[in-house]
């Protein structure tokens, strides 16, 4: 999941997308594979090497365990045929991982992060016999290689009806006197925070996203955003909550894996102090159980059902896939106590108009830079000059996240929203 920015750069519109084996021009967005009972090899045959930037202590990697240990039970891949490797850091070390995988004879490995992804290459390049799939990469159409994959969720999805549920909470908040002057800029406007994990564009995108949401229930918000510089970092994320809470942020969102933000939102709420959060990957109830509203999550094993269906069957997987609502890769929790009332009917509702594209969650009528519309926005460079390129993301006014590429690249910094110390 870094060097996003700089990999951005070197990107190419040249995808060689296959669903199954069947050629688009946009990463594959197909539901898990049916579930023929006649594959077209023998499912024993298959080795599957797992490789996770930390382990199920995260949210993040919980959620990618829990979805593949369920696609497997529903391929019929056994447990003994999956071998996993935890806390592999982004480095050389999972360049050794991957050929260690290699070696004992996996025949598809999985690597969870984004940071993984030049180490998966290189193994990718040495090995033309195993199936690399690196998430949230970027760079398997780039490269031409046909044994290297990307995918990931339409994240940024959930992240928008997470805000919504938090902009009906503020709306609650508002209409019963409850949004003091301290939780108010010189300009009106409300303040909420989010505590990001780097300032790449997965974590702009979904920031965004959930920003949007809000306001699209309460339209005088702005957001601040506070990075740890970290996937995971429990303190650091307790503490970038307790400052932006303490600067009168009164939501708070989170992009990062541990429960540090919402434990601390929930102590803070618990002292008096009017506070209430939106988590990322786990239900966040269980460390939150007042201050919590619902967490935006993924469900993984569409994804990997899908992968794994792929491999049963000998057909090739796509080399991006990315999948949202629609095909219930994305998902929220089941929401807190705290909750407005109406706001599991305006989930519905937003759900629903996600699910059949009445709704686009980066409508470019909803937000400005600068006080000026955004018409247009070159997201890949083809060439290396960013110049006379195809990799237009906004068409009709839309900016379609994940349709060029699998990997969000939603990168544009709206007004309303401040990063308070991004490197």
């Known amino acids: 999941m870094k060097k996003v920015i700089a990999l951005l750069l070197a990107l190419t519109l040249v995808f060689a997308l296959a669903a199954c084996g069947t050629k688009t021009e946009e990463p594959s967005a197909a539901p898990a594979a049916s579930d023929d009972a006649s594959p077209a090899v023998d499912v024993s045959a298959i080795k599957i090497g797992v490789i996770l930037v930390h382990d199920e202590?995260?949210?993040?990697?919980?959620?990618?365990?829990?979805?593949?240990?369920?696609?497997?039970?529903?391929?019929g891949i056994a447990d003994d045929q999956i071998i996993w490797k935890y806390n592999v850091t982004e480095d050389e070390t999972c360049y050794d991982t991957a050929t260690d995988l290699v070696e004992q004879g996996c025949t598809y490995i999985f690597s969870d992060s984004y940071g993984h992804?030049?180490?998966?290459?290189?193994?990718a390049e040495e090995n033309p016999d195993v199936t690399f799939v690196s998430m949230t990469g970027d760079n398997a159409a780039l490269s031409k290689l046909p044994n290297l994959k990307n995918a990931f969720n339409y994240t940024f999805e959930s992240r928008y009806v997470s805000g919504?549920?938090?902009?009906?909470?503020?709306?609650?908040?508002?209409?019963?006197g409850k949004v003091a002057d301290k939780n108010k800029n010189?300009?009106?406007?409300?303040?909420?925070?989010?505590?990001?994990?780097y300032p790449y564009a997965e974590v702009v995108s979904g920031y965004t996203a959930f920003y949007l949401g809000v306001k699209s229930i309460v339209e005088n918000v702005s957001m601040s955003v506070s990075y740890t510089n970290s996937w995971y970092d429990p303190t650091a994320e307790a503490e970038a909550a307790n400052a932006l809470v303490s600067d009168g942020c009164i939501i708070l969102s989170q992009h990062a894996d541990s429960t540090g933000a919402p434990s601390a939102c929930e102590a803070l709420l618990k002292s008096g102090t009017e506070i209430y959060c939106v988590g990322y990957n786990v239900d966040m109830l269980s460390v939150a159980p007042t201050s919590a509203l619902t967490s935006a999550q993924n469900d993984w094993s569409v994804y990997y059902t899908?992968?794994?269906?792929?491999?049963a069957k000998g057909e090739?997987?796509?080399?991006?896939?990315?999948?949202?609502?629609?095909?219930?890769?994305?998902?929220?929790?089941?929401?807190?106590?705290?909750?407005?009332?109406?706001?599991?009917?305006?989930?519905?509702?937003?759900e629903a108009a996600l699910?059949?594209?009445?709704?686009?969650?980066?409508?470019?009528?909803k937000f400005t830079v600068d006080g000026k519309p955004v018409t247009s926005y070159l997201a890949i460079d083809t060439n290396g000059d960013w110049a006379g390129d195809t990799g237009e993301a906004i068409t009709d006014g839309i900016f379609s996240e994940s349709t060029l590429?699998?990997?969000?690249?939603?990168?544009?910094?709206?007004?309303?929203?401040?990063e308070l110390n991004a490197q």
């Open 306 to 311: 899908y992968a794994f269906n792929c491999a």
């Open 316 to 350: 090739e997987i796509a080399t991006d896939w990315a999948a949202g609502y629609e095909q219930g890769a994305v998902m929220i929790s089941a929401l807190g106590a705290s909750c407005a009332a109406g706001t599991d009917a305006k989930v519905a509702e937003v």
């Open 186 to 197: 010189a300009d009106g406007t409300i303040k909420i925070g989010y505590v990001g994990a």
């Open 57 to 75: 202590n995260t949210g993040y990697d919980f959620a990618h365990i829990e979805g593949i240990k369920k696609a497997a039970a529903a391929v």
């Open 164 to 176: 919504v549920v938090a902009g009906m909470k503020l709306a609650e908040l508002v209409a019963d």
């Open 117 to 123: 992804q030049s180490y998966m290459l290189q193994a």
């Open 405 to 418: 590429r699998s990997a969000p690249y939603f990168g544009i910094r709206i007004d309303g929203i401040t």
């Open 355 to 365: 699910k059949d594209g009445t709704l686009n969650v980066f409508d470019c009528s």
